[in-house]
């Protein structure tokens, strides 16, 4: 079991006086003071860039930093060689797209994906599909958003080059079966790519044992500071790319006639000083983590998830787009008012939830709506916070959304 | 007029109506009118303005599209306040309604029953909302001058 009363007090935001509900960790998560304070001791105490000082204090600093990279390798069970740091999900999947997709796929070639993707999964392979010619198809999603194993298989062929996927839909909060894709994807000589921005704060992931080609997660969802992020590689792959930037730090020699000697993987791939700050908040995020229990955490947001689903169901005024969920995102619309305003509404009494179709527009075509509230739970969050939502929910009418800008 | 629209009540029910009720609502497939699309401003609020105007007069207005309580019913009062008005009454009827908006001194009269909006400002998270027709407008009215 996991002590919310313990956990709400490492968090500095939800110590003051307003009161706030903050039902929008999907967006964001929120930082522990763990976490602050590992990004400020880097400023306050040993402030140094990493590799390329003789002096006590960028040793100390690169060794942390080292440390860290080997911190986030055991959280997610591979080699501190296989995980790069970004600035985020959205940099990690950019990199796989341009350095990795670019070079493999031939005209002609298919690049398998969903309906549920963020844009920052979807995106850079769109681009990439215009610049050499491939085509992009998608696995039919069931009717409740979600990849079904036998879908997955009638959508698979040999054309397939690469699957692009998330691990758990940011809209719908539906955690695909990351482990059967890879097998099938692998099984048709695929690359399986997969966006995990929304799954590593929530539960454990080994990505071992996933088997997954590639794999993008953000710190700033996972209690980590904004501006670092995750991508990991299987070696082999990760060996055969070239970095997407060229700079500081990531090679060993180069002359004047272009020649570059490039370090070897991870550090290729990081030119330029990296977000230092982030990559320890990061490490100090994970150990918090880790001392939570990722068992715990997910045994939480879902029990929180159950009770929230249930009191929604309670209210005649509500639609709900996933009612079947088990993770801690859940999409819904308040009958007849607009999502913003009901969003605008929740502000009001201190409730933050995101309005809008969350960076996924191609999924309005699968849940017939163009726009929701999305209510997302994390570690911090309790049944009280439900209970207000819920309150608040039941009495929102649209006269009083207006009354509140006149 | 002025003393109703002071009234609360009244205002939320002015929106309420332009809301559910909003007029020139729908667009028409006729290229005497140039339109403009605002979808860029937010990745919520997704609506189209067209606007006729012959001889330096706005002839109509139409508009479509997603959007919330305060777009939909902030565009829907622009268009009527603005049919019929010549450019350039129509851009001092804009002028006051940025000005409005923007919490600074403006000429009620102008701005009729648009007014309803005038606590807009103390909610920053809606300003958009409440400018996205507006703005749409503006910038058909100032591209149909550069054209000409």
Known sequence: MLDVTKIRKDFPI????????????????????????????????????????????????????????????????????????????????????????????????????????????????????????????????????????????????????????????????????????????????????????????????????????????????????????????????????????????????????????????????????????????????????????????????????????????????????NPSVKSGIIALNVKNIFSQDVAAYLDHHHIAVRSGNHCAKILNNVIQVTDTIRCSLYIYNTKEDIDEFIRVLKDVTLEKCIDLII | MSEMLKDPMILRQLIMDHYEFPRNHGLVDDTTYSQKHMASESCIDDIVVQVKIIDDKIIDIRFDGVACTISTASTSMMTELLIDKTRLEAKKIIEAYFMMIDNQRYDEAILNEAIAFSNVYKQPNRIKCATIGWKAIKELIEEGEVNE
């Not at chain 1, 398998?112 to 992009?136: D, G």
């Not at chain 1, 958003?145 to 691990?167: S, W």
């Open chain 1, 14 to 321: 939800l110590n003051k006086d307003d009161g706030l509900i903050y039902l929008d960790s999907a967006a964001t998560s929120l930082k522990p003071k763990k976490v602050i304070d590992a990004v400020l001791a880097y400023y306050q105490d040993y402030t140094a860039n990493i590799h390329r000082g003789d002096y006590r204090l960028s040793l100390m600093a690169s060794e942390l930093y080292d440390k860290a990279r080997e911190n986030v390798a055991d959280f997610v069970n591979v080699s501190a060689t296989e995980i790069i740091f970004t600035s985020g999900s959205t940099a990690s999947l950019n990199q796989v797209a341009y350095q990795f997709g670019l070079d493999i796929l031939q005209a002609g070639d298919v690049i398998l994906t969903t309906e549920t993707e963020h844009a920052s999964s979807i995106l850079p392979w769109y681009q990439v599909a215009k610049k050499i010619n491939a085509k992009i198809e998608y696995v039919p999603l069931n009717n409740e958003g979600l990849i079904t194993i036998e879908n997955f298989t009638k959508a698979m062929h040999d054309q397939v080059k690469i699957v692009v996927t998330t691990h758990v839909s940011n809209v719908l909060g539906h955690v695909n079966p990351i482990k059967e894709l890879a097998r099938i994807t692998h099984d048709h000589d695929g690359y399986i790519v997969v966006d995990g921005a929304q799954a590593i704060p929530h539960m454990l992931i080994d990505l071992k044992d996933l088997d997954v080609d590639f794999y993008a997660f953000s710190g700033h969802k996972m209690l980590a500071p904004t501006g670092v992020g995750v991508l990991y590689g299987k070696r082999c792959w990760l060996d055969k790319m070239l970095p997407l930037f060229y700079g500081g730090g990531s090679n060993a020699r180069f002359d004047k006639q272009g020649n570059i000697t490039l370090k070897n993987t991870p550090e290729k791939f990081e030119a330029g000083t990296p977000s230092i700050e982030g990559v320890l908040g990061l490490s100090a995020a994970i150990d918090y983590l880790r001392d939570i229990g990722m068992d715990n955490v997910l045994m939480h947001e879902e029990e929180l998830s159950k009770y929230l689903l249930t009191k929604l169901h309670e209210l005649n005024n509500v639609i709900i787009y």
